[in-house]
């Protein structure tokens, strides 16, 4: 059974900063591309990015770029999400999922964890 988990969210104030973690099972982590989606109050998910494989290769949403960093320990079945100057736009619940690349550029995420809550705050 594939299992995602996520971790590390919490109440900060703005300007600070998160690592979000994803602890995954029930699959080989190494072998698919990962993504961060994000959730606020009230909104529809945003993505917020990707990252392949090998961790060699990384997107990000215009709103995070340049303030998160996504990355991967294949050895330790873990993705991670580093966020810094954290903005109250930021408030989310962030869900990490399992990437399924098709042709043409198509993909699915076809798999979800529970999520963790960022809430950004004074």
């Known amino acids: 059974e594939v299992q995602l988990v996520e971790s590390g969210g919490g109440l900060v104030q703005p300007g600070g900063s998160l690592r979000l973690s994803c602890a995954a099972s029930g699959f080989t982590f190494s072998n698919y591309a990962m993504s961060w989606v994000r959730q606020a109050p009230g909104k529809g998910p945003e993505w917020v990015s990707d990252?392949?494989?090998?961790?060699?290769?990384?997107t990000y949403a215009d709103s995070v770029k340049g303030r998160s960093t996504i990355s991967r320990d294949n050895a330790k079945n873990t993705l991670y999400l580093q966020m810094n100057s954290l903005k109250p736009e930021d408030t989310a619940v962030y869900y990490c999922a399992k990437r399924v690349d098709y042709a043409l550029g198509l993909y699915a995420l076809d798999a979800w964890g529970q999520g963790t809550r960022v809430t950004v705050s004074s």
């Open positions: 990252i392949n494989l090998y961790g060699t290769s990384r």
